[in-house]
């Protein structure tokens, strides 16, 4: 059965039995229809944080299809909970990109998935329009004012680097211009759009501690500058008060249920190669403050997502996590080690070999932060017992815990290994978390840090346009933000075809964007795109819809 099938034969709780499962009072929650429900922010307890085990699941650098790190999240919660540990899994909302393009939606599969499967991966409730909405709002006011004669800052609009927003791929939008058709429809100008997960408000979203939090971010989101060089923030032109308002519902984190019936909550969803790729500081404290164990996931390989949920949202927020689960698949690592995308179920223990080198990087990559990592494999069909075996004598040879979950195929049960390797880790060695980096240390040196330490690079290179933009980040104040690279998942490098663990590599630093609002820097590294394009065939031509309402082709 597809995975669409597998959800579909599941009858959901009422999501009021789901809420009393938490720990929450029925009447506290606002339902959005019978099975999804947003969860209040005073419900969020910072007392009881210290309390929850918060464990991280990453993977290693992933093929075109992804390795699965929602599933093995929502599998692994299945089976703590199995296993009586109070536990709830804390996700990242889909993108409509991904859903109509290539790698397909985000709440997980076979029998480890959350649902309503459908309403999560399409529209949900709401909260990727309303930051679309918001976002492009400011857009609005930007070309307006710089339209305007009676309220105008003087904005100049060869500076303005904020473009628009839509959740699709849709590569014909990357650079476009806008105000044409005369005096009446606004002042010419290029710009273009990035896809809603980059934008700088879904990053605020994730990043907020509160309404008011928000608000103060909103507004300082760096617009531009004036024709006399007077740096311009969306609070000058009085649109954070408008965009809190659209947001008022979206800060809030949704609750809704998984295959066995546990709570699930699920809030915003950057990618971790062109954002910060985790979900709301507030949704995972929401989570803490109900759950012995709180298991969430960053985007991508741990080269992105993970390092970025320890230097961005767990230093701005103060989350410790106990534990990393690597998730890993015997077909990324033969695709590592040489193995061609249409040969990755091919039995082939060599390459299996030729790719532990990329499982190495990450292992060594989480021992950095002074965190403990657990090797979670990914059972497919086709794994031969063979190439299983490959994975446990390096990690046992590299004295670090391994585990075959199946839960793909037996969604919690499949993952009771997992859960008492991550259980026994946490009560015998708890990690004692620290970032790699110091956020007040030069902004290169922090690019550095990250390229050297993280990626294996030898040199950083920085483009003409890239130099330039260091010395407005110092004259703006703004040297003290963490760093946000955007680069490519498909490798350490910045070039996508070096696969494995490449060496004596460089990587080029085409621009640094400016995140101020959400409170970092976003170098982007090579030709990485921030609104991504549809492939030949996209997931799109095979979605479709009968006449009694049934979706058909969502995976």
């Not at 299945?78 to 899994?89: D, H, M, P």
């Not at 006011?141 to 309220?151: A, M």
């Amino acid at each position: 059965m597809t995975d669409l099938d597998i959800a579909k034969k599941v009858t959901p709780q009422p999501i009021q039995h789901i809420a009393q499962k938490l720990g929450v009072d029925p009447e506290k929650i606002e339902m959005y229809g019978k099975y999804k429900a947003k969860l209040p922010l005073d419900l969020i307890d910072e007392n009881k944080l210290k309390e929850s085990n918060l464990i991280l699941v990453t993977a290693i650098s992933p093929t075109p299809a992804g390795e699965g790190k929602t599933t093995m999240s929502i599998g692994l919660s299945e089976a703590l909970n199995k296993l009586g540990k109070k536990t709830t899994v804390v996700l990242r909302e889909p993108s409509l990109g991904p859903v109509f393009g290539i790698k397909g939606g985000a709440t997980g599969g076979g029998y480890s998935q959350v649902i309503p499967m459908e309403d999560i991966n399409l529209h949900f409730t709401g909260d990727f329009a309303a930051i679309e909405k918001a976002h492009n709002l400011l857009a609005a006011v930007i070309d307006n004012n710089i339209q305007s004669k009676t309220n105008s800052l003087g904005i100049d609009g060869r500076t303005v680097m904020w473009k628009r927003v839509v959740d699709l791929n849709d590569r014909a939008l990357r650079k476009i211009v806008v105000g044409l058709g005369g005096t009446t429809s606004g002042i010419p100008r290029e710009t273009g759009f990035d896809i809603t997960a980059a934008s700088e408000i879904m990053a605020i979203l994730c990043l907020s501690s509160d309404m008011q939090d928000l608000k103060k971010r909103l507004g300082n989101i760096f617009v531009g500058y004036t024709f006399d060089q007077k740096p311009i923030y969306a609070r000058d032109l009085k649109a954070e008060g408008a965009m809190s308002v659209l947001l008022k519902d979206a800060i809030k984190p949704n609750l809704v249920q998984t295959l066995e019936g546990n709570p699930a909550i699920i809030h915003a969803g950057p990618f971790a190669n062109i954002a910060q790729g985790t979900n709301t500081v507030l949704a995972t404290k929401m989570g803490m403050s109900f759950s012995e164990y709180t298991v969430t996931e960053a985007g991508f390989g741990f080269d992105l997502g993970g390092e970025k949920f320890f230097n961005i949202k767990c230093q701005s927020s103060g989350l410790k996590p106990k534990a990393v689960i690597l998730t890993a698949t015997i077909r990324a690592i033969k695709y590592h080690g040489g193995a061609g995308l249409d040969n990755l179920t091919e039995p082939n223990a060599e390459a299996v070999k030729e790719g532990l080198a990329n499982l190495q990087k990450h292992v060594e990559n989480i021992r950095k932060f002074k965190v403990k990592p657990i090797i979670a494999i990914n059972r497919f069909i086709s794994d031969t017992d063979e190439e299983i075996q490959v994975i446990k004598d390096f990690a046992e040879e590299n004295n670090i815990p391994v585990s075959l979950a199946d839960i793909w195929a037996k969604g919690g049960e499949g993952g009771i290994d997992l859960a008492n390797k991550l259980i026994e880790s946490i009560e015998t060695e708890p990690s004692e978390f620290e970032p790699l980096y110091d956020w007040n240390a030069p902004v290169t040196e922090k690019i550095k840090t990250i390229a050297r330490e993280i990626y294996g690079a030898k040199y950083v290179d920085y483009s003409v346009k890239s130099k330039a933009q260091l010395k407005r980040i110092a004259k703006l104040g703004l040297e003290g933000l963490p760093i946000c690279m955007a680069k490519t998942q498909k490798s350490f490098s910045g070039n996508p075809n070096l696969l494995g663990r490449p060496e004596n590599f460089s990587i080029t630093i085409r621009e640094i964007e400016i995140a101020a609002g959400a409170g970092f820097l976003i170098p982007i590294v090579g030709d990485m795109m921030r609104m991504p394009g549809l492939p030949a065939h996209p997931a799109s031509e095979n979605i479709d819809i009968d006449e009694n309402g049934e979706v058909t082709g969502l995976f």
